[in-house]
Each structure stands twice: as structure tokens, then as C-alpha cells.
């Protein structure tokens, strides 16, 4: 698919991957790009489903919109991230097959995948158990948009397809304390800690948990490449293939922020899902999806851009 001639509704286009995302497609000559706002239409509500279509009038829809955040915020809020992940995505597919669409990406999450998922996590492991508890909530959410789109191209001829990020980091990330993933979290307490001269840094669990991280503009790359050759509603994982032990990325952050201080990890606090790597073979073979940014360089270009932030904060400040 040409996407440069199309009209292109990006939900959750003023996000943290949505940004990435809008700029890719701008990139390669999309311009009826069109990102709704919340506050105008909340995807939860049919209503606004309807009035979001009817203004932007799409060719393709690539929905990224969802509630999201880390450990703490999944456990504190377990209902709303299941219900509105859930109604969003479930009333948008239905719209958007009601219209006769040329595309719909949905965005899953490997949040889906069971908790004890043989590494490298394979797209045909997805059903073989239950997510990790501290997420599944919001994992089962976004998997239900999976079995939506395999059963509305099974009955209607449905042009579904569906891309499984790993855990995202870079530029215009969430470095809310309360609500963000581990790196983000970590970048801004190491900074922070270095501003005010503090001996110690506070992470979350043992540090024995693994993960692997994608730079947020390799996988929005991901989403334009599905959108323009994914021709299935299978699974794809959208990852960079390496994993790192929570330890070893604490302290690479550390050093990578600059901060000489101690890194003290409270085992009362949740690991979460013991391992995470992925096998991206499938997205390889089938939209030519393979990661370019190293994880060292990813750091050093996100903890360039929160200092920024903060510089222009302070400058606004004074």
C-alpha cells in the first residue's frame, strides 16, 4: 500500500509513539495525517467513535491510543486500563469494518504474552497461559483487539493487522514517577539525584528481571512498514532482539547520566514478568522490520532530550 495518498487517522497521534509515529509517515510524504485528541473524542465513548470518523473520513486507521503506564500504575488501576484499552479498540474495529476501511493497525502489547513465555517469546506462544499478574489486566485487553481482527477478517474479509511492540523508550517519553516504565523512571531519579547531590538511588524489585527495549523511532518505522505491506491479522513482534537484566540497566543509565551514587534495589517492590526478549524473525521475514539503534545510543539521545526538558523548564520557571 501507497500510504503518501491516503487519509491516515492516527489515534493517540499526540502521544508518545503517535509523535514518532506522525513524523514517520510526514517523512515519506503523507500529508492527510489527522490525530484527534482525547478531550474531543474519548474512543471509549460510541459516540465519539461515530463523529472521529465522520471528521477525518480515513483511508487507514493506525490505533495507538490506550491507557497506559508501569508496574505501579497497572496494579493501582487494573479496571481502567482493561476497560478503556478494551472499549477503545473494540468499538473503533467495529466502526471502522462498518465503513469498509482499507487498513486498520492496532498496536498490542507484549504485555499480552503468558508470564512464563519460553524466551525468545514467539508469536504462536501467545495463547499458552496467563499474563504477568501486576499487568494482565491491560495484556487481556489488548489481546481481545487480536482475536477481533482474526475473526473480523475470518467473517467479513477485515484488513486487520496487528504489531506487538517491546517496551518502548526515547524522545517525548512519560517520565511521570507515578505512571512511567523503568527507564524513563530511572533516568529522572538519576538526574534528579545528581542535581541535589543525593548518595543513593531507590529501583524497583531485585534487578534480576530481564527486558528488552526498542527506540521508539525504530518502532514507529515498524508501524509504517506494517501498515504498508502487513497483509494478515497474525501477530508480529516489533522488537530489537537484545536482553538486559534490570540491574545492568540501572547502571547503565547511571552512567550514562553521569550519576556516581549507589543504586538501591527494594525487593518488597514487584519484578513484574521474569524475562522478556523476543523473537523478531517474523516481522523480519514478512515487512522487512529489523531494529537500528543500539541501546547505548537510545540512552544517551533520551537522557539528552529529558535535560533539555528540563533547561526549558527552568528557563520558563525564571
Not at 13 to 42: M, N
Not at 253 to 259: K, L, N, R, S
Amino acid at each position: 500500500m501507497d500510504l503518501r495518498n491516503k487519509r491516515i487517522l492516527v489515534t493517540g497521534g499526540g502521544g508518545f509513539l503517535g509523535r514518532h509515529v506522525v513524523g514517520e509517515l510526514r517523512e515519506i510524504g503523507c500529508t492527510s495525517l489527522f490525530t484527534p485528541r482525547r478531550a474531543e473524542y474519548d474512543l471509549t465513548d460510541v459516540d465519539a467513535v461515530r463523529r472521529v470518523l465522520d471528521w477525518s473520513r480515513p483511508d487507514v486507521v493506525i490505533h495507538l491510543a490506550a491507557v497506559v503506564g508501569g508496574i505501579g500504575a497497572n496494579r493501582k488501576h487494573p479496571g481502567t486500563f482493561l476497560y478503556d484499552n478494551l472499549m477503545m479498540g473494540v468499538q473503533l474495529i467495529e466502526a471502522c469494518r462498518r465503513r469498509g476501511l482499507e487498513k486498520f493497525v492496532c498496536a498490542g502489547t507484549i504485555c499480552a504474552y503468558p508470564k512464563f513465555t519460553p524466551v525468545p517469546f514467539k508469536e504462536e506462544d501467545l495463547w499458552n497461559g496467563y499474563p504477568e499478574e501486576t499487568n494482565a489486566p491491560y495484556g487481556l485487553a489488548k489481546k481481545m483487539l487480536l482475536a477481533q481482527l482474526q475473526a473480523y477478517r475470518q467473517e467479513f474479509g477485515f484488513p486487520g493487522a496487528y504489531v506487538l511492540p517491546v517496551n518502548l523508550y526515547g524522545p517525548w517519553d512519560n517520565f511521570d514517577l507515578q505512571t512511567s516504565h523503568v527507564i524513563p523512571a530511572l533516568i529522572r531519579k538519576c538526574v534528579d539525584a545528581q542535581a541535589r547531590g543525593l548518595p543513593e538511588v531507590p529501583v524497583w524489585g531485585t534487578g534480576k528481571a530481564t527486558r528488552e527495549f526498542l527506540y521508539v523511532a525504530d518502532a514507529a518505522r515498524g508501524i509504517r512498514l506494517a501498515a504498508e505491506h502487513l497483509e494478515t491479522p497474525d501477530p508480529i513482534n516489533l522488537g530489537s532482539g537484545h536482553e538486559i537484566a534490570i540491574v545492568d540497566l540501572a547502571h547503565k543509565i547511571a552512567d550514562h547520566v553521569g550519576y556516581r551514587g549507589r543504586l538501591v534495589f527494594d525487593p518488597t517492590q514487584p519484578d513484574g514478568q521474569p524475562r522478556r526478549c523476543l523473537d523478531t524473525s517474523r516481522a523480519r521475514s514478512m515487512i522487512g522490520f529489523q531494529a537500528t539503534t543500539t541501546l547505548d545510543r537510545g540512552l544517551a539521545e533520551t537522557v539528552a532530550w529529558y535535560r533539555t526538558q528540563i533547561a526549558a523548564s527552568s528557563r520558563v520557571a525564571a
